[in-house]
């Protein structure tokens, strides 16, 4: 019999600067888990699924995270702020949406795909490896070792070989691509 565990958190942190506006509740189910609150380390496997509503979704296989709960010490040796999410691998078929408020209040909307994530919030990067791809509205980068996503500058960059398929409507208004063949150069 598959028992599902449904756990709610107030405010877990997951990708701190996103959800530094998160105003409801996370949450997160699998069909296992082992949750060590002394130390703060979450273990959940088995259907993995982390929701924050209009800021995230992750779906993966196995999730381990780190969120120490020592309250007297404001931040951690590695300088992550105590309480707050420090550490995020997801494995597994790994599954993100990552809502992000862009121009004019429109939500934009990156997914990522891979065998793993690793998160830090040290740094704020997300790597994806392991037949790793990112989709965001202009294209599709896909890589062979891995992709990196910078959570604070939204830059992406890549370790390995890699192809970039941009989308074609947003080069059609461009005078380079839009150029009629009834008009020739004049020299």
Not at 20 to 36: D, F, K, R
Not at 77 to 96: H, W
Not at 147 to 168: H, V
Request: proline share 4%; with cysteine; aromatic share 6%.
């Amino acid at each position: 019999m598959i028992r599902y565990v449904a756990l709610v958190f107030a405010f877990l942190g997951l990708f701190s600067q996103a959800l530094a506006q998160l105003q409801e509740n996370i949450q997160l189910t699998a069909t296992n888990a082992v949750l060590e609150f002394q130390d703060g380390t979450y273990h959940l496997w088995d259907h993995v699924r982390v929701e924050s509503p209009g800021v995230l979704s992750l779906k993966c296989d196995d999730l381990r995270a780190t969120v120490p709960q020592d309250k007297s010490v404001t931040t951690t040796p590695n300088g992550a702020p105590a309480g707050r999410l420090q550490s995020l691998i997801a494995t597994g078929n790994v599954q993100i949406e990552l809502y992000q408020k862009g121009t004019a209040g429109i939500t934009n909307t990156v997914r990522a795909f891979g065998n793993q994530a690793e998160y830090g919030a040290t740094n704020e990067v997300l790597i994806l490896t392991g037949n790793p791809r990112i989709e965001t509205l202009s294209g599709t980068m896909i890589g062979t070792e891995a992709l990196i996503y910078d959570l604070k500058t939204r830059s992406m960059r890549n370790k390995g070989p890699y192809r970039i398929e941009l989308r074609s409507d947003i080069l059609k208004k461009s005078i380079l691509f839009n150029q009629s063949n009834s008009s020739s150069p004049k020299r």
